[in-house]
Every structure is written in C-alpha cells, then in structure tokens.
C-alpha cells in the first residue's frame, strides 16, 4: 500500500479521504480475516533513519522506533529480533547483501500502514526491512527483486502466519532535498542525520502542506503525477511479471514517476517475497492519482494459489 504523510495534516478533501479510508478499511478486513502472527515490512526512509553519512542499500531492523514524524507513533516497535537475525543470515546465504541495525529508526513509511492496518504500530510483531528509495546512487530494480524473493524463501521455513507488507507511493515527486539541492541546514541533516527541533518538524508540515496545494492547484513546478505508468506497474504486479521490472532503469523510473517513485521497490520486494513461493492472485484493486497527496496512491492484496 502507499503512504503518505498528508493523510495526517490538514488539506486534503473529505471526498479523497473518504475514498481512500474505505480502501483501508478494505485492506484491514483482509488483514483481519489472515490475522497475522507476524508482519514483515519492506519501507523506504524519507533521511529520519537512514543518512548519507552511511547509506546501505538494504538494511534489517533486529530493533526498531517509529521516530514520530507527521503524527505517527513515536517510540520502540516490537520487533521479531531472533526472526530478523535469522532472516538476513538467510538473505546473505542466498546472495544477497544486507546490513544489520540493532537500533533502527523508521519513519512514517513504516509505522503508517501499521497503524491503518491494526489500529497500532505495536499490535503485532515486525521485522522491519528498509530499501533505499531515496538517496543516490539506487542499484538496480532487479535486486529489490532479488532480496524479495530471498526474504519469501526464508518465511516460507517459518511456522506462522505472515503477512509481507510493501509501503510506498506510485508516481510521486515531492519536494525532498538532494545532496546536489539541499540548502545548509538540510544537508546537514540528510547528510549527519543532525536532529530536528520541534519546531523544524512543524515549519516542513507547513511546507509539506502547502507544496501540496500549490501542486493540487496546478501552481506547481513538481513533476506530475502519471497514472498511465501507475496503472501499467499495477498490471505487471496483478500478472506476476515481476521479471518484465527488471529492464526498468532508474532513469526510466525517475522520468516517468517521478525521483520518489523508486519506492516502488518496497512493492517489487514483496510481490517478490509471495511469488518465491508460487503464483499469486491479487484483490483490493484501489488506484487513485492523488494531486492533494502528491502521489499515485494505491492498495493491493495478494494471496497465494494453491497450485
């Protein structure tokens, strides 16, 4: 499912909002009827976690907190500790290179679809998973796919109910600071991670909020939404051609989606992890281009088929 920190500030109209909490509600009456003794979650990070000072492009959390941005929980996450060890010993044996944190901050890219999804970001154990989406240099689709499938092979040895989570928008290209735009005070913080005063969380709200007016206005110089592409992406994922990704360059994506629509890859990651254990249906078809949120805003479900 996408995320987006303006379901939580003020702006967007009650008739997006109504649509898009009836696609949630869908979704959680999915997650309900599974009910999951574990959530597996691939998210990006949006430079509250993971800086350029070290910028791994993968990394699983044996500990984890939500940090707090934009009205999310704040504070430490239950994290299957033993079950993420276990998991990127797997993911390294299967070829896939992954860092360890013991200490993990994620942001709204993690904590939101948990909480729409169980009411609370603690309701049920995690082992979080973070994938660049963000900071370049980005390697190639073709191994979000990979580690995907190599987290699915793993889950598939457990016995549990679990349920993979993807978060992360469509074509969207908010205003988020480069190393080659971000003015001093940024850098340093999407560089060293320097910590942001109460004050400076409330000014980025505001200019959150109002770039995504202008952008819903057409006052915007933001790169615009491209529901063609989107749909076209959602049609590869509901067919299982996650292969036919793998000639995606980045480029392609970044002109096409927009520079955050490499969060597709936390998608790519989790279809991959289903489909390491054959085909796969999907259900909860929602897909709105959403200006007000500055993004492609989407939902799937998927199940295995017995075959």
């Known amino acids: 499912m996408s995320h987006s920190p303006l379901l939580n500030l003020p702006g967007p109209s009650a008739e997006l909002l109504d649509e898009i909490r009836a ?20 998210s990006p990070d949006h430079y509250n976690g993971f800086f350029y000072r070290l910028m791994p492009p993968f990394c699983i959390g044996t500990a984890a907190s939500g940090v707090g941005d934009y009205g999310t929980y704040e504070g430490a996450l239950d994290v299957a500790g033993d079950i993420a060890q276990e998991c990127a010993q797997a993911v390294w044996e299967s ?15 993690t904590v939101q679809p ?32 990979a580690l995907g499938a190599a987290v699915g ?24 600071p480069t190393l080659a735009t971000a003015p001093p005070a940024a850098l340093d913080r999407i560089v060293h991670g320097a910590p942001m005063t109460a004050e400076q969380r409330m ?35 509901d067919e299982g051609r996650l292969t036919d990704l793998d000639g995606w360059s980045n480029t392609f994506i970044a002109i096409e989606g927009g520079n955050s629509a490499h969060e597709i890859r936390t998608w790519v990651a989790a279809f991959a992890a289903l489909a390491a254990n054959g085909p796969y249906r999907t259900g909860n078809h929602f897909y709105r281009a959403a200006p007000e949120l500055i993004a492609g805003f989407a939902i799937r479900t998927a199940v295995g088929i017995a075959v």
């Not at 696609?23 to 691939?42: G, H």
């Not at 999804?117 to 995690?126: N, V």
């Not at 529901?227 to 590869?236: K, M, R």
């Open 114 to 145: 948990l909480q729409e999804l169980f009411g609370e970001a603690t309701a049920r154990p995690i082992v979080p998973i973070f994938i660049n989406s963000v900071a370049t240099p980005l390697g190639p689709l073709s191994r979000s796919r």
């Open 203 to 237: 000014a980025r709200q505001s200019a959150v909020s109002q770039a995504a007016q202008d952008f819903a206005h057409g006052d915007s110089a933001l790169r615009p939404l491209n529901p063609a592409w989107d749909h076209g992406l959602l049609e590869i994922f």
């Open 153 to 176: 092979a793993y889950l598939a040895t457990l016995d549990k109910r679990v349920l993979v989570l993807g978060s992360g928008g469509l074509s969207h290209d908010p205003p988020v």
């Open 95 to 109: 070829g896939v290179d992954i860092a360890i944190s013991t200490s993990m901050d994620v942001d709204h890219g």
């Open 23 to 42: 696609a949630v509600a869908s979704a959680r009456q999915f997650v309900a009827d599974y009910d999951p003794e574990l959530v597996v979650t691939f």
